[in-house]
């Protein structure tokens, strides 16, 4: 069943391929290429947001262990410098940069591959991969 505005499909290679020129089935690629790369840029920032909050916890719990341990000028280095800084600048933490990414970039990227895929394949995703399926499936069955 697909989602954000795609046709649920149940066999591939069955669908009937959208009338796309060369030009256009290759642009429609690149497009769809683009939001699975920024995608992945995604994956990437949330993976960098959390190793930034688990670095952070660490330094908490140091925090606590250098003033038990009497070593108060650590300690506040921890408290006063490290634990409230942002990670762009002093304000900006990992998850302002993750959700002004998807804010931004990810969903202009998501509302511009949706549109393109309208306009040019009915709303079809990964036309050119359907149609390589399709070429691999009719050249084995030629061998049988």
Known sequence: MGTDDTRPTTEP???PEPTLSDAERNALHE????LEWVQRAQGCLLEFHHA???GMDHLYRA?????AAGHD????AIRTDLLPHGVVDEDRWSYDVV???QETLLAET??????????LADGERHVRERRQERTWKR????RE
């Open 13 to 15: 290679s069955a669908e």
């Open 99 to 101: 959700e002004n990414f």
């Open 73 to 76: 000028e650590f300690a506040d």
């Open 139 to 142: 050249r084995a069955d030629e």
């Open 63 to 67: 925090e606590e262990l250098l003033r």
């Open 110 to 119: 998501r509302s511009l591959e949706r549109r393109v895929r309208r306009d």
């Open 52 to 54: 930034t909050g688990h």
């Open 31 to 34: 497009v769809e290429l683009g």
